[in-house]
Structures are given as structure tokens and as C-alpha cells.
């Protein structure tokens, strides 16, 4: 979780380019000592009266270098950007070779997202003076809001060289590298940041996601459980240790779901729903829709989303999205082609939003990302619009009262079973919960390998995260019982030496020789992606945390899928895509029988080789594949839900 705070160096690191002047400064009367009041009100927090303070000093010495230099830092702490600008630009005039000075107004540009001109400013002052490592920190945070992950890297390198214990910049650099993959460089960062500030929360949340992407829930919630010791309004903090909760098998469901609605207790405590909505109560007219997502790119939650914008029916529902997408690509351009209304939220706080919403008049408001990360649920739980869902994004509940419906079907969610672990109506769609596009540059589907390797490879492509003491253990024994097998891995996370030799080694203590067990790098092609599902036979679901693009990326490219059915929505994914292909003999409801069936599918090599032919036409003609079908079933339960509504019947009545 990269570390927002633009803090200038201290002055006895700043370098005074132009000296003049600076003699006739100190001479103003008092002004030491209104500066030094300045600096102890600002120290107490007393923010708006140390500005009043700096502001009086710059009026009486116009020249005043420190004075105008404090005056545009503390606008920027205050969040008043435009007048951080206006003070680091009398500055700049007044003292134009000064690294400073254009420092700080690449700083207050920064801050107001105008990033080339931020970049400009910090490239003009290394021009003047390389040795500022705050200028190579602010250079390098504007390269990760860029998406420039290279290059944000060199800069907090080049930081690093000249402040090696410049914390922000080992924290937020540890986050980029655990993003790219790089988890061993990651953690090696993060522990000299931690030996600095044992007990910085944003360190320990960097830390949390580290230890997950390298496969240790266990240690990843114990992270996040101290953050929220530390902080206990720390609500992405927080957010971050729920989504963490669905990688763990040992926790009781009831108890999970309790954390959940301790989330909506604790940060939206004091944020009301509206008693009245503006929105007319007409149950036949056509609806206002509005999506929220952070991942309208490419991403896993645009690829089920796509289909279904492209085929609602713009007749019956305006479509519109509030897009939290610091980097627009390709993908964003196709999602918001199928729009009526298209929202950049990225630069709108929670009310702001929720104003938005509100005068946008919409009926209905999807949250696409529950407790994933940059999610709005903050704004959610403002409720400004009268009926809420969340779907697609996460596989749990919200925990929101003010959420009011989530979508699911009758085998993610089987009737009777997990209502009460919902705080929202569960809204089952007749065949599937969500509706999977096909990727266009998916290459053809091969013979299985087995049939030239002599050997059967099972495999998994799903996050690291996901893979269980448990999962080893029974993935351990399916090579066991199958002769010869091979397993094959590849996540974001398998590029990672250290994470392999974890791996291998937890295998190696269940018995499996290490040349059993193979790893394939990340690759930033998709077509790359999916050419990869025709290394493997056989794909083993991880559980309790159910593959779901994997398993559908699998079937497309004819790959069979074995999972282990659980009792929670993230645990039943797998039965309700398997299921719709006709494969329900692969769901398992134990280790025994998951083992049995891996092991009697890995020795029918003719079952293996009708699949590798068949499954993609079979998955093709599915519901799991109907784009016009699904969206329909969707815009019918939109519609019932409206009419209960302006009925005036609860949600569920």
C-alpha cells in the first residue's frame, strides 16, 4: 500500500542556489521567532494557524525563500493544492535555480494528478541538484501512478543510494517489486523498513500482502491483525485482512462472516442512508444503472463484465460506470463503449462520489470489488442510490447493511445454506452467477501432453495464495497415488526463486521428489497465458479458495477441472462453473474422493483426449458462455427488485 505523503527534505538538506537576499531576510524583525512559533504550532497540528503565521511572513518579506517554501509544504498537508501551487510558484520565480523550490511545485502539481507537469518540475530540479534523494522519491511515485513500474524503480533505487533509510521509499518500493512478483527482493526491503519502524501500520499491511502472494495467509492475517491493533480505523487495512480470511480453510464461516460486519461497525459508524431518494417511483420506466469498479482494465472482473455490457438493453436500462482506473488501456476503452455515462472517479473522495451518484439519479448501484483492493465501500455505506448490490469482484459478503442484494446462483449459494452468512439478500440467477467472455486470442486446443511425455501433468495456474498446507498435502498424495505424474505451477508469484524453494520444499516434506514439481514464470501476454493450460493434462482447483478465471480459462483451452466442493461461495465456485459444462463427476466433496477422481481421470487417457476436442464447443454452447442470456436473466432480477422496491417491500420481501 504505497505511501501518499509528499514530504519536503529538511532544511539542513536543502541546497540555497541563491544566496541573495537571504541575509536581508533573517534581518526582518521578529521574523525568527514568528517562524519558529510557525514551526511549533504546525508540530502541535495547529495547521490552519502556523499557515496564517507563514502567510504574514511571506507578505512582509516577499523574498523570503523558507518562508514561501513552509507556507506551500503545510497548504499541501492542509490539502489546499491551489495555494501549495501559488506559493511554490512565487518561489520559483523569486529563486528559479533553487532544486527546492521546483521541488515543491512538482510536489503541489502532484498532488492536484497533473503529472506532467509534476514530472517536469521534479526533472528540472535534479537538473539542478542530483543529490535531493526527495526529488528521486517524489520522481519515482509519479512514475507508479504512471503505471511505469521500471521506472518508478530506478527512482527509488536512486533514492535509496543517497537515504538508505528512507523509509516511504523502501515501503513503497517493497509494494512494487511484491506486484511485479519479486518477493524475495520485497521482503528483504521490507525488513530493513520495519527494523527502522517496527510498528508503521502501512509497512505491516506491505508486509501482510507480501507474505499472501507468497502463499502464507496464516502470516499475512497476523499482519494485518497488528495493523489493526495499531489503527483500528484503518479501513483498507482492515479490508485487506478480510479478503485474506477467504485463503484460510481452518476458519469458521460464522466467524468470518462476524469480522465482516465488524468492518461495516467500526468504519461506517455514523454514516446514515438517506430517508428519501429522489429517483421516480415508476416500476415500468427505464432504469439508471451504475457500476463501480477500480479493474474496468484489463483485469479478471472485466473480462465476466464485458459480455454483459455488450449486450444489455439500452432501451430498458441507462449504463453507466464510475471507473477508479489510474491507468486507462485498451480494455477500458472497449467497457466504456458499451456505456451510456462513463465516470472518472479516481479523483473523487467517498462523499464526492456519493454526491455524484446521487445527482446522477441512479436506481441501482453495483459494487464490483467488495474488499478488494481500492474499493469504494466507504461510499457504498453512504447509500446514494436506493437499492444496492454487490457481485462479481469478491466471494464473500460485503458486510454492509446498506448493500442490499448480492448476486449469486442456487450452486455458488445453495438455498438454505448461506443466507446467514450474507448481510445482503442473496439474488440467485437461474443457471450461473456470472457469464464468461472468451478470450479471441485463445490458441487452439492441442492433444493432451501426456500422450507425448509418457506421463500425466497436473497443474495449477491459480494464486499462490490460495495454496493451502491443505492443498499441498492433497496435491501431495494425487502424485503419489498417480505414478510418474508431474505437477506444474504458475502464478504471478512462481517467478519468485525463494517462493520455488518454499514451495519445494513443503512438497519435499510430504514426500515428493522436487523434480516432480515444475514452475512457469508470469508472462504479460495473454495468448502466452493460455498457450501455457497446453503443458498440463489435468488442473487440480485449489480449495477452499476456488479458481474461477483459471477454471474457466482451463475448460476454454479443454482442460478438465477437479475441485473439492466447501460450504462458503468461495468454496462452491467451481461447482457452479463445472456444472454448467457437464462435468459434474469432477466436483469432489472430500480429499478422499478429490484424490480418487484425479487418479481415475489421470489413467483414461481416451476421456482426457474426447475433453481436449470437445470441451470448448461444449463450454461454448453453455450458460456459461450465453452473453445474451445471462444479461437478460440479469436485467430481470434488476427489474423485480425495483418493482419490490417501489412497492415499498424490503429487500427479500
Known amino acids: 500500500m504505497p505511501w501518499h505523503g509528499l514530504r519536503l527534505v529538511p532544511p539542513c538538506q536543502r541546497r540555497q542556489r541563491r544566496a541573495g537576499g537571504s541575509a536581508a531576510m533573517t534581518a526582518v524583525p521578529g521574523r525568527q521567532v514568528r517562524m519558529r512559533k510557525a514551526r511549533q504550532l504546525a508540530a502541535k497540528g495547529r495547521l490552519a494557524e502556523a499557515r496564517e503565521l507563514y502567510r504574514k511572513l511571506c507578505r512582509r518579506s516577499p523574498r523570503d525563500r523558507e518562508a514561501w517554501l513552509e507556507l506551500s509544504r503545510l497548504c499541501r498537508r492542509l490539502g489546499d493544492f491551489g495555494e501549495a501551487e501559488q506559493a511554490a510558484r512565487r518561489l520559483v520565480a523569486e529563486h528559479p535555480d533553487d532544486a527546492t523550490a521546483w521541488q515543491a511545485l512538482g510536489a503541489a502539481l502532484h498532488r492536484q494528478r497533473r503529472l506532467g507537469e509534476a514530472l517536469g518540475c521534479y526533472q528540472r530540479s535534479l537538473?539542478?541538484?542530483?543529490?535531493?534523494?526527495?526529488?528521486?522519491?517524489?520522481?519515482?511515485?509519479?512514475?507508479?501512478?504512471?503505471?511505469?513500474?521500471?521506472?518508478?524503480?530506478?527512482?527509488?533505487?536512486?533514492?535509496?543510494?543517497?537515504?538508505?533509510?528512507?523509509?516511504?521509499?523502501?515501503?513503497?518500493?517493497?509494494?512494487?517489486?511484491?506486484?511485479?512478483?519479486?518477493?524475495?527482493?520485497?521482503?528483504?526491503?521490507?525488513?530493513?523498513?520495519?527494523?527502522i519502524r517496527p510498528d508503521d501500520p502501512r509497512m505491516l499491511v506491505n508486509l501482510g500482502r507480501a507474505r499472501l502472494?507468497?502463499?502464507?495467509?496464516?502470516?499475512?492475517?497476523?499482519?494485518?491483525?497488528?495493523?489493526?491493533?495499531?489503527?483500528?480505523?484503518?479501513?483498507?487495512?482492515?479490508?485487506?485482512?478480510?479478503?485474506?480470511?477467504?485463503?484460510?480453510?481452518?476458519?469458521?464461516?460464522?466467524?468470518?462472516?462476524?469480522?465482516?460486519?465488524?468492518?461495516?461497525?467500526?468504519?461506517?459508524?455514523?454514516?446514515?442512508?438517506?430517508?428519501?431518494?429522489?429517483?421516480?417511483?415508476?416500476?415500468?420506466?427505464?432504469?439508471?444503472?451504475?457500476?463501480?469498479?477500480?479493474?474496468?482494465?484489463?483485469?479478471?472482473?472485466?473480462?465476466?463484465?464485458?459480455?454483459?455490457?455488450?449486450?444489455?438493453?439500452?432501451?430498458?436500462?441507462?449504463i453507466g460506470c464510475y471507473a477508479d482506473v489510474a491507468h486507462p488501456d485498451a480494455t477500458t476503452e472497449r467497457l466504456r463503449g458499451h456505456c451510456d455515462r462513463w465516470t472518472d472517479a479516481t479523483r473523487l473522495s467517498h462523499e464526492q462520489l456519493a454526491e455524484r451518484v446521487r445527482r446522477d439519479r441512479v436506481d441501482i448501484l453495483i459494487d464490483l470489488a467488495g474488499h478488494t483492493a481500492h474499493n469504494r465501500l466507504l461510499m457504498f455505506a453512504r447509500k446514494p442510490a436506493p437499492l444496492q448490490l454487490s457481485w462479481l469482484g469478491y466471494p464473500n459478503t460485503t458486510g454492509l447493511p446498506a448493500i442490499d442484494y448480492r448476486i449469486s446462483d442456487g450452486r455458488a449459494d445453495p438455498p438454505g445454506k448461506t443466507e446467514a452468512l450474507h448481510s445482503e439478500t442473496l439474488l440467485r440467477l437461474p443457471h450461473s452467477f456470472l457469464c464468461y467472455g472468451p478470450p479471441v486470442d485463445a490458441p487452439a486446443c492441442g492433444a493432451p501432453p501426456s500422450l507425448a511425455a509418457g506421463h500425466v501433468t497436473f497443474g495449477s495456474f491459480n494464486n499462490l495464495a490460495k495454496t493451502t498446507p491443505a492443498v499441498v498435502r492433497a496435491w501431495a498424495r494425487i502424485l503419489a497415488a498417480v505414478p510418474d505424474s508431474r505437477l506444474l505451477l504458475k502464478s504471478r508469484a512462481t517467478g519468485d526463486p525463494a517462493t520455488r524453494e518454499r514451495l519445494l520444499a513443503r512438497f519435499a516434506d510430504a514426500g515428493i521428489e522436487t523434480g516432480r514439481i515444475a514452475f512457469l514464470d508470469p508472462v504479460p501476454v495473454h495468448r502466452e497465458h493460455l498457450a501455457a493450460y497446453g503443458r498440463i493434462d489435468i488442473a487440480l482447483d485449489t480449495f477452499p479458495y476456488h479458481g474461477t478465471t483459471t477454471t474457466c480459462e482451463a475448460l476454454w483451452m479443454g482442460v478438465p477441472v477437479i475441485t473439492l466442493a466447501g460450504r462458503v461461495h468461495a468454496a462452491r465456485v467451481g461447482v457452479s462453473l463445472l456444472h454448467q459444462v457437464g462435468l459434474d463427476d469432477l466436483v469432489t466433496g472430500d480429499e478422499e474422493q478429490y484424490l480418487a477422481v484425479a487418479a481415475r481421470l489421470a489413467a483414461d487417457s481416451g476421456r482426457l483426449v474426447r475433453l481436449r476436442n470437445r470441451l470448448r464447443d461444449r463450454m461454448r454452447a453453455a450458460p456459461l458462455c450465453d452473453a445474451a442470456g445471462f444479461t437478460a436473466a440479469l436485467e430481470e432480477s434488476w427489474r423485480e427488485i425495483w418493482q419490490r422496491w417501489c412497492s415499498g417491500a424490503a429487500a427479500g420481501g
Open 127 to 195: 537538473a539542478i541538484d542530483a543529490s535531493l534523494p526527495e526529488t528521486h522519491y517524489f520522481l519515482a511515485e509519479a512514475r507508479r501512478e504512471q503505471g511505469l513500474d521500471e521506472e518508478a524503480e530506478a527512482a527509488y533505487r536512486a533514492t535509496l543510494a543517497l537515504a538508505p533509510d528512507h523509509v516511504p521509499a523502501l515501503n513503497n518500493l517493497s509494494a512494487l517489486l511484491t506486484n511485479r512478483g519479486r518477493l524475495q527482493e520485497a521482503a528483504g526491503l521490507l525488513q530493513r523498513a520495519l527494523e
Open 213 to 318: 502472494h507468497a502463499g502464507d495467509a496464516a502470516a499475512a492475517e497476523a499482519a494485518f491483525r497488528r495493523v489493526i491493533e495499531l489503527q483500528p480505523r484503518l479501513d483498507d487495512a482492515h479490508s485487506n485482512l478480510l479478503a485474506c480470511l477467504n485463503y484460510l480453510g481452518d476458519r469458521d464461516p460464522q466467524a468470518v462472516f462476524e469480522d465482516h460486519r465488524r468492518w461495516a461497525r467500526v468504519h461506517c459508524a455514523g454514516l446514515r442512508p438517506p430517508s428519501h431518494w429522489p429517483n421516480e417511483t415508476d416500476p415500468r420506466r427505464r432504469l439508471r444503472i451504475g457500476y463501480v469498479s477500480p479493474d474496468l482494465r484489463e483485469h479478471s472482473v472485466a473480462r465476466f463484465l464485458e459480455p454483459v455490457l455488450a449486450h444489455h438493453r439500452h432501451e430498458d436500462f441507462e
